[in-house]
């Protein structure tokens, strides 16, 4: 019975541990892999991509070659900006104001006609039309071919790898194609310039009086999740802007920004159905909204004096290496920033010399942002630790950090500390048995003592 109750008490103890040790696996391994499940949409290719990190939180079919439309004046604006000024003068050509297809997008500009270019600007975007995008072409590069290959190049520049333009505003052509993912490298690229955000943000723009024209031109937003254009069942609050597109052969078209809780995200629906492209992207919003966040990278990561990390490929003193405190990760809300894998790679940057490094984060195998590493020759500051107020040299931010394996290692601590107190409880009556003959063998003898008491000079032994 006795060796029954061991044994059972044994079998008890390795199953706790075991299990212990295996929900522990589960639960990192749980983590590590978690990636929200997506949503249906109506679009033959969709993509989500986070605008700061470049991270795609959600994507259908993002490679497939598809028809753009008038998504393509995304890329037509990019160039306009890093090749002119806004302020310098368009003039409209003949080509540009009848070569385009009739009855296509237009604000009916004349041959001759002179505008700004951010006036010309502002009728691409938000009328699409398309002499001003075929007059644009020809301002920056002198003709439409020449301006077509500038567009070509921009799209290799930034990785685009299924696209390629021939034309400035998005009219069919088969050999004018892109796809949702290159669409959103250039969607990205476009909105770190302050101005472009700016017009595809307004809802309403006035062209002043031109030589042609005595009347201002009233102009209106197309992206209906924006604007209050036809109809206002499609607004959403949180949108920033966008491009709308459509032919018959592209389908509906959709690109749109839009900001929520500091993040930035980017969604690019293709060969959609009309008025759909609208409810798929508000799903694809919603979605990532309500199961991503962002994290600041300066929040969780810090760089220590004997990180060889680092150094060993870098080669420059830690303690001059400070992240970038703008950097940011995205990863799903119920993910632990703990989880988060990282490397540093070497990386020069000619627009500044100071970055010496970058940190690249992963989650679930997938990229979800990076730190640059800046060298600087300054004095560093003290670290504001969290939980201290400003005035005592803190952050002054309420922080609390969960230390996942900590709290493994102490569960099984105790688990260990229950199986060591069944073990014994189990052994009880052997203890007691052992104690028993042990005292029995070894009594414990009675020692007599006597008292020497003296009387009168005579000695005397008293018993006690």
Known sequence: MKKRNRLVAKIMVSIMIIFALLSIYSMVAAAEDY?????????????????????????????????PASITKIMTALVVFENCDLDET???????????????????????????????????????????????????AGDLSSFVDMMNEKAKELGCKNTHFKNANGLPDDEHVTSAYDMALIARAAFAIPKFAEIVGTR?????????????????????????????KYLYDYCLGGKTGYT??????????????????????????????????????????????????ADFTSISEKDTNVTGIIGEN???????????IVIPKAASVLDVKSDVVAKADPDNPAIVGEIQYRYANKS???????????????????????????????????????????????LV????????????????????????????????SMTIIRD??????RRK
């Open 417 to 448: 500390v229950i199986g060591i107190i069944l073990y014994i409880r189990s052994k009880e009556s052997d203890i007691l048995l052992l104690r028993h003959r042990f005292v029995t063998r070894h009594p414990k003898k009675r020692k007599s």
């Open 35 to 67: 990636w929200p499940e997506g949503v249906d949409v109506t679009a033959e290719s969709a993509i989500v991509m986070e605008a700061n990190t470049g991270t795609i939180l959600y994507s259908k079919n993002m490679d497939e070659q598809l028809f």
């Open 456 to 461: 009168n000079g005579k000695r005397r032994k």
């Open 248 to 297: 018959v052969v592209a389908g509906a078209t959709l690109v749109t920004y839009a900001k929520k809780d500091n993040m930035t995200l980017i969604c690019v629906v293709m060969k959609d159905t009309t008025a759909e492209e609208y409810n798929d992207t508000r799903r694809l919003f919603d979605y990532c909204f309500d199961n991503f966040a962002v994290y600041n990278v």
């Open 368 to 414: 979800v942002g990076s730190a640059d590493l800046v060298f600087t020759q300054n004095e560093t500051e003290s670290y504001p630790f969290d939980n201290i107020p400003k005035s005592q040299g803190g952050s002054g931010k309420e922080y609390i950090q969960v230390d996942y394996l900590r709290i493994a290692l102490i569960l099984l601590g105790v």
């Open 90 to 140: 368009v003039t409209f050509s003949k080509e540009a104001v009848y070569s385009t297809e009739a009855g296509s997008s237009s604000i009916a500009r004349d041959v001759n006609e002179e505008m700004s270019v951010e006036h010309t600007l502002y009728g691409m975007m938000l009328e699409s039309a398309n002499e001003c995008a075929y007059a644009l072409a020809e301002h920056v």
């Open 204 to 232: 309403a723009y006035t062209i002043p009086p031109t030589n042609k024209h005595s009347d201002p031109t009233m102009l209106n937003n197309h992206h209906q999740m924006l604007n209050f254009y036809k109809t206002n």
């Open 318 to 328: 830690n303690q001059l290496i400070k992240i970038d405190e703008k950097d940011v």
